[in-house]
């Protein structure tokens, strides 16, 4: 079971009470955007085994949508951080850093 903290009301939540929302920190474009750039958002999505980043939203708690850093392979989170972030705080980078050596957040916003 995942247990995240909102990082607005600040609840532990398991993901029971949340929603997922798919990979965080993507290129959405508007109006005018081509047929390429429309498929790559709808459809291409990285699966990472490993370190990945997510959108979740507090649905029995706030309601407010947040992101959050995990492993996919042993489900370990390494924190939470608000939505409208372009990219994780010093402090989650820092923590997959020290359990990933050699992980870079640069291999993600790319």
């Known amino acids: 079971m995942l247990i995240f903290t909102c990082p607005y009301c600040g609840a532990e939540a398991e993901e029971t009470e949340l929603t ?3 990979e965080a920190h993507l290129t959405r474009h508007g109006p005018g955007s081509s047929d390429d750039e429309l498929q790559d958002y ?7 085994k490993g370190v ?3 959108r979740w939203r507090h649905s029995y ?3 407010k949508w947040f992101h959050a850093a995990r492993c996919t392979a042993t489900l370990e989170v390494f924190g939470t951080y608000p939505a409208q972030t372009s990219e ?11 359990k990933r050596p050699g992980w870079s957040w640069r291999e993600f916003s790319a």
């Open 20 to 22: 997922p929302g798919g």
């Open 42 to 48: 709808l459809f291409s999505r990285e699966n990472p």
């Open 52 to 54: 990945h980043f997510e």
């Open 61 to 63: 708690g706030c309601g």
């Open 88 to 98: 994780p705080p010093q402090e989650i980078k820092d923590a997959i850093s020290a």
